[in-house]
């Protein structure tokens, strides 16, 4: 089992900063890929960003590309999402999760999911 748990939402002005943070504990590995998902109400969930626990290959979806940027401390089991230029429809609640599937973009394939964290952004 692996455990996840995001942190760093909040709330926050259009081209304001944040960084979330997901901190991972239990059977950790690094055959794991770690993703970024978000989903907004009325919406379905939608993969944000990924990254490859050991290799560093990082994934974004074209929304958030030049915006967000996912990294990771493999010291401290942690996973980032550092938020650039945050726009009111980035609005949503963010989920980290933990896939060894390649299908990195489909939440399907996804094991493990953490709580979430709400970002929300004004205009």
């Known amino acids: 089992q692996v455990q996840l748990e995001e942190s760093g939402g909040g709330l926050v002005q259009a081209g304001d900063s944040l960084r979330l943070s997901c901190a991972a504990s239990?059977?950790?590995?690094?055959?794991?890929?770690m993703g970024w998902f978000r989903q907004a109400p009325g919406k379905d969930r939608e993969f944000v960003a990924a990254?490859?626990?050991?290799?560093?290959?990082?994934y974004y979806a074209d929304s958030v590309k030049g915006r967000f940027t996912i990294f990771r401390d493999n010291a401290k089991n942690t996973v980032y999402l550092q938020m650039d230029s945050l726009k009111p429809e980035d609005t949503a609640v963010y989920y980290c999760?933990?896939?060894?599937?390649?299908?990195?973009?489909?939440?399907?394939?996804?094991?493990?999911w953490g709580r979430g964290t709400q970002v929300t952004v004004s205009s």
């Open positions: 990254i490859t626990w050991s290799g560093g290959s990082t």
């Open positions: 239990g059977r950790t590995s690094s055959s794991y890929r």
């Open positions: 999760a933990a896939t060894m599937s390649l299908y990195y973009r489909d939440y399907a394939r996804y094991n493990y």
